[in-house]
């Protein structure tokens, strides 16, 4: 990290011809539990992982906001004063939209845009794009908690997560809940969030996994996801057509008990859903008490039913997920489930350390033999939320 810091501090230099008056950086997130529940406003259990977005910020006197990039050749540069107005006319495009959107956003929570100072941004992640780790949510958390700062606007971490959560969802066009902004403005190092997405409210909860043995293995399966097109839009009006058959607000308010008449009233497909969402809201609730009494060694069961009922009622993993939680699960690991949204992007496992090697050469292997393009595999680390580097 302090490689990246040094070498962002003089590409800054390089391109703006002064110091960086800061840096700031936000993590990635996998989450542990809790899937396809925050935009039904139910539980989730993600925690930050030890891959960042880092970004240098300079201010300027002349109003102008300016955003570069080490991964792109692309450099986008417009008034502060006009971001309604392009974003109104849609001139917010490309991957400027997660940047611009955030400062855009701000202003829907309140920063008076005619007025904050005009900056200079240069980002740079590690995040991998597309492996369902949140790299979109690690770069808007990070523009927000340095334009909050700069722009003195003294919002809290939560409703940091909203903005990004509107630039997501009105700028880029995906329609995402609250967790993975969440999480990566809220973790703290060796925990994870457990977020409640219907009133905000969070709680930190220690993990353990060093002390246990164990470690969280990401298999990235390479197979390359978006959320602001098909399945994922589909499924989150599949759960809003429940809530309403159903007469609730959000599925939130439906308990397990419930899935008889559940089922009676609504089609079989609704139903799945339904019964993921549900079931999947009592799972983070029994993982944290789990958590608690046990500790981590105790959820794999947890894992496994989750992958399950996504797999199987929610219907959003892919063959190479599957294989990479079968194989996970037939090597060792004593849990596995896909993370994110999913029709692609990244499993998890929960493996004994010394079975970690084990579990990758078995997961190559299985790729190799069912043809899948080789995946990407790495231990991550629960790691803290957004800050400003030192
Ligand atoms: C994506 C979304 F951005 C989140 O809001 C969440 O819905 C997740 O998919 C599924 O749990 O990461």
Redesign the pocket.
């Known amino acids: 990290m302090s490689d990246m810091r040094d070498e962002l501090r003089t590409m800054f230099a390089g391109l703006t011809g002064h110091d960086a008056d800061g840096i700031w950086s936000a993590p990635g997130r996998v989450?542990l539990i809790?899937?396809?529940?925050?935009?039904s406003g139910g539980f989730?259990l993600p925690f930050a992982i030890d891959r960042r977005a880092l970004l240098a910020l300079g201010l300027r006197d002349d109003g102008v906001l300016r955003v570069a990039s080490t991964f792109s050749d692309e450099v986008f540069e417009l008034p502060v004063a006009e971001l309604c107005a392009a974003q109104a006319d849609g001139r917010l495009g490309g991957w400027s939209a997660y940047p611009l959107g955030v400062a855009w956003a701000l202003g829907e929570f309140g920063a008076d845009l005619d007025a904050v100072p005009g900056v200079d941004l240069l980002i740079d992640s590690n995040v991998p794009v597309g492996a369902?780790l949140?790299s979109s949510?690690a770069i808007e958390s990070a523009v927000a908690i340095a334009l909050d700062e700069v722009w003195r606007l003294g919002l809290s971490r939560q409703t940091l997560a909203l903005v990004g959560?509107r630039a997501?969802n009105d700028v880029v066009g995906?329609p995402?809940?609250?967790?993975?902004q969440s999480a990566s403005l809220l973790s703290r190092p060796d925990a994870a969030v457990f977020l409640d997405c219907l009133s905000l409210e969070s709680e930190i909860v220690p993990l353990g996994f060093a002390d246990a043995g164990l470690a969280v293995l990401v298999i990235d399966t390479g197979v390359m996801h978006a959320?602001s097109t098909g399945g994922?839009r589909e499924r989150?009006e599949s759960c809003e057509a429940g809530a309403a058959a159903l007469g609730v607000a959000m599925l939130r308010e439906v308990g397990v008990d419930e899935l008889d008449r559940a089922r009676r009233i609504l089609d079989d497909v609704t139903f799945r859903r339904v019964r993921h969402v549900v079931t999947e809201n009592q799972r983070v609730l029994d993982t944290v008490k789990l958590l608690r009494s046990e500790g981590p060694a105790a959820i794999g069961e947890l894992l496994d039913a989750s992958h399950r009922s996504l797999r199987d009622d929610f219907e959003v993993s892919v063959p190479e997920l599957d294989l990479a939680v079968d194989t996970a699960i037939g090597n060792g690991a004593i849990g596995a489930r896909m993370t994110?949204?999913?029709f692609g992007g990244s499993a998890i496992a929960l493996v004994p350390v010394d079975t970690v090697s084990r579990v990758q050469v078995a997961v190559d292997g299985a790729f190799a033999e069912h043809g899948f393009g080789a995946p990407e595999t790495f231990v991550v680390r629960p790691s803290d939320g957004a800050h400003r580097e030192p």
């Open positions: 989450n809790g899937e396809h529940t925050d935009y989730v369902g949140s949510a959560q997501e995906a995402t809940g609250i967790m993975d959320h994922y989150r994110g949204g999913g």
